[in-house]
């Protein structure tokens, strides 16, 4: 047995309950005792990993250091730990089948039958205790996606409670259910979590804490009654209270001891609970912040709510360390039209032209991006957001005619924006963009490398596109500078207008690496930018 300790985070009655925070926030906790945590997050679909799903699926798509595309939960756990995950931290069931299913061709099972029960779950459980012994966490946490109950989630609940047979006290289980109010009987019900921990004990499973989602605080009373039907101790049930912000729930935990519980549950010594001064500051600046900031975010999912989580989160993170309320409205880019666009972004203080693929919605971004960068307002391009930025002023400054990205028109006579090199041999969609982190020299006296405070970075890609360096010289005479580049390939990472007050487009997307502790340099400049005019 080794000396990690492993969590296991199920859910039951509904999803969206916040499991990802309530993760991410008990890691932060334990982090704050001086415990090397990680978290990992299986999710039970059968793609590969979440790099082909579409948004509307699945919010916002994360990418990872080491070029993993990931559930927008990681984003979550690296903001709330500020600590970097990779793709062991994110198994989805087809990855599973698909190791086993390598195996079985290459022979592995020496002419067995492949089976769920143990061949599947024995994967499953390797790649749980792979994450805490390769690098010797204290506590892994696994968050198991979807709700008890599930079909897809059986096999994943088996390898939970296989692994708490063989883990004994290195292994706590932590549930987390709804309890909702019926309006019109002015009551709070518990059955429902009965009910969902009935499930979970089919499944073989005795949870050890219980975490109850609510949008007020429950009871005393409420809180015996359910630790009294559901087998644990009344010390063993929590409560996860609605918070207006997600920052806050670390702390209301704490206030309830749940680390506590976690690390005596663990067999571990309970010592002092930490301060979490950082974080108490954070929150602290967050809630008392008055004065607004109004952003405008241009995208095309403006209706979900997770499109564009970490760059929601990365603008927040920077508002809060400039005493500043941000405002934050989504704007359709596929509604943004010549005449409306006065109306629509006159009055907001900087704009953020979002991540994309395909060609919906970018008529309205290079409309929304003439606008601002002829009005001077702020703005901040990010992946297509940037190539974007480069197509508008090629058509309207450089004066060319029939500008495009090849992603959109192949034949455009001006391919601002073209397929790397590397991408013109590739068919499958699966995995294969630029991914991951790559380093970025930046150019001495840009606003840029003020931000960073160095002249070397390193940040994380999700594209097949790239600036055409055909028109790199062009660009630059007319002043929008060329201020980062990769240093193998030379590739146009960032550019940066001249002349204006804030008009810088990345390539990369800084949204991933800003965390609640480390914002990121370039989220940061954004914003102080615009506070300070
Ligand atoms: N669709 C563009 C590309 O693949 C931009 C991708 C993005 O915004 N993440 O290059």
Redesign the pocket.
């Known amino acids: 047995m080794t000396d990690t300790r492993y969590i296991f985070v199920t859910g039951g009655v509904v999803s969206s309950l916040g499991k990802g925070i309530v993760a991410a926030s008990l890691g932060k906790l334990l982090q704050a005792r001086g415990y090397k945590v990680t978290i990992q997050k299986f999710d039970p679909y059968i793609n590969i990993d979440p790099g082909t799903l579409n948004p509307y699926e699945h919010g916002e798509c994360y990418v990872t250091e080491d070029g993993h595309e990931a559930d927008l939960d990681l984003g979550h756990y690296e903001r709330f730990l500020n600590i970097r995950t990779s793709r062991e931290n994110n198994i989805t069931t087809g990855r599973i089948y698909q190791s086993v299913i390598n195996k079985e061709r290459h022979g592995d099972y020496l002419g067995k039958t492949v089976q769920v029960i143990p061949h599947i779950t024995d994967e499953i459980k390797r790649s749980v205790r792979r994450l805490g012994m390769k690098h010797h966490y204290d506590f892994v946490i696994t968050e198991i996606g979807g709700v008890v109950g599930d079909i897809e989630s059986l096999p994943f609940l088996e390898s939970v409670r296989q692994l708490k047979w063989e883990l004994k006290n290195h292994c706590v289980c932590v549930h987390l259910t709804y309890v909702p109010f019926i309006a019109a009987a002015k009551e709070y019900k518990t059955k429902p979590t009965q009910h969902s921990v009935k499930q979970l004990q089919e499944e073989g499973i005795q949870p050890d804490i219980l975490v109850l989602r609510t949008e007020h605080k429950l009871s005393e009373e409420l809180l015996d009654k359910v630790a009294l039907f559901c087998n644990v101790s009344k010390e063993s049930v929590f409560q996860s209270i609605d918070m207006p912000s997600i920052y806050e729930i670390p702390l209301l935990l704490q206030e309830q001891g749940l680390d506590r519980q976690v690390i005596q549950q663990a067999g571990l010594e309970v010592g002092e609970t930490p301060k979490m001064e950082g974080w108490r500051n954070f929150v602290h600046r967050m809630k008392s912040a008055t004065k607004e900031l109004h952003i405008a975010l241009v995208g095309k999912y403006v209706e979900l709510q997770d499109a564009y989580k970490s760059i929601d989160e990365a603008l927040l993170q920077s508002c809060v360390y400039h005493d500043r309320k941000l405002k934050l409205t989504s704007i359709h880019s596929e509604s943004i039209t010549k005449d409306n666009v006065d109306k629509l972004l006159s009055g907001y203080d900087g704009v953020v032209v979002a ?4 060609s919906r919605g970018v008529e309205g971004k290079l409309i929304a991006l003439e606008y601002t960068r002829t009005h001077q307002i702020p703005t901040l391009g ?4 940037m ?1 974007c930025m480069a197509i508008e002023f090629a058509q309207n400054v450089l004066g060319l005619e029939d500008c495009n ?1 090849t ?1 959109i028109k192949p034949t455009a006579a001006n391919k601002i ?1 073209d397929l790397m090199d590397e991408q013109k041999a590739i068919s499958d969609l699966g995995a294969s ?1 630029r991914l991951g982190a790559y380093e970025c020299e930046l150019k001495e006296g840009s606003k840029l490398a003020a931000a960073y405070g160095k002249l070397l970075i390193s940040e994380r890609h ?5 600036f055409n360096s055909q028109y790199r010289a062009a660009f630059e005479e007319a002043g929008f500078k060329c201020v980062g580049t990769n240093p193998e390939t030379g590739l146009v990472e960032a550019l940066e207008l001249e002349g204006h007050p804030w008009y810088i487009g990345v390539q990369y ?1 800084p949204e991933y690496s800003s965390t609640v502790l480390q914002p990121s340099p370039i989220f940061m400049a954004f914003i102080s930018a615009i506070s300070n005019r």
């Open positions: 991540p994309g693929f395909g990010i992946c297509l957001g190539q990205t992603e924006i963009m999700r594209h097949r596109y790239e997307h």
